[in-house]
């Protein structure tokens, strides 16, 4: 069976708006947002994010895993890209000036030694990163708690897709919380049969070898779960002509203002960005401490 996000009516201002505008607002943020390297920009549409996240009135207890799961990725790639310079030299920034350097470093297990470079664009630009991708996260992770389940598949019908990509845009949006009942499921059942995760030992191989009793199942499970959808849907005759839709959505005035708002917000992020502004900034502070 299919399940959905953890969804809680609250009666905010956010889940009174129309989930089309909300999504046209969060597309018009996030592809407003990855225009600049501008970090005074990149707080403002954070600002933004956070602001939509706190009207939404979302728990830490009802977020705290795909923020813990998210934080970890984002938090990993800054620093790989910190390290690795990748990213930033020729297109956000062409000179460097140095902090500090560290090294020669050496790897414990490889034996490779490198020398790393602190610059001041280097280290702007990891804070301009991971800003731009929290603002993206915090943007993204209100929209399956605050919409309701029933209403996935009338909402991306009602911004013009097909009625094949309408669905499979709402079986996508309960795809992970499935498959994360199912591996808890099957992690429980595995654990009264007596398999210890916890005790998994020997390198990376091995370890995925041993992961093998969670794995298998889970796979299994999910592709036989997507069978019987299919199966259902045939049984139904999806695709052989228009759907309808149990309820209906209107846009009302507030709806019409955030769609309003989201156009502008897209278009001068755009006039701005093929002007030239919102290019990595380095404060003034930080560049005096360059040797």
Request: glycine share 8%; charged share 20%; hydrophobic share 50%.
């Amino acid at each position: 069976m299919l399940i959905a996000w953890k969804y809680r009516e609250r009666n905010t201002v956010i889940q009174r708006l129309d989930p089309r505008a909300r999504i046209i607002f969060m597309l018009s943020i996030l592809v407003s947002v990855i225009q600049f390297w501008d970090l005074r920009v990149i707080l403002g549409f954070l600002a933004v994010a956070l602001g939509q996240y706190f009207l939404a009135r979302l728990t830490w207890r009802e977020t705290r895993r795909p923020w813990m799961v998210i934080s970890f990725i984002i938090v990993f790639l800054t620093i790989l890209t910190f390290l690795t310079g990748r990213g930033g030299v020729g297109t956000a920034y062409h000179e460097e000036h140095l902090l500090a350097r560290l090294g020669p470093l050496s790897l414990p297990i490889v034996g490779w030694s490198f020398t790393l470079d602190i610059t001041a664009e280097k280290t702007v630009f990891a804070i301009s990163q991971m800003a731009r991708m929290f603002a993206i996260t915090a943007m993204a992770i209100t929209i399956p708690y605050t919409i309701d389940p029933g209403l996935y598949g009338a909402t991306f019908r009602g911004l013009g897709l097909p009625d094949k990509f309408a669905y499979a845009m709402d079986l996508a949006f309960r795809y992970v919380p499935t498959l994360g009942r199912d591996f808890s499921i099957t992690l429980d059942a595995q654990r009264a049969r007596g398999y210890e995760v916890e005790k998994l030992s020997g390198g990376i191989i091995s370890q995925i070898r041993k992961l093998a009793p969670l794995l298998v199942p889970v796979t299994i499970n999910a592709i036989v779960g997507a069978e019987d959808v299919i199966d259902a849907m045939d049984l139904r005759c999806f695709g052989i002509g228009p759907r309808t839709w149990m309820q209906k959505l209107q846009y009302k005035r507030a709806d019409k203002a955030l769609i309003l708002t989201a156009v502008l917000i897209f278009a001068l992020s755009t006039a701005a960005s093929i002007m030239g502004l919102g290019r990595l900034w380095v404060p003034g502070f930080v560049l005096a401490w360059a040797k």
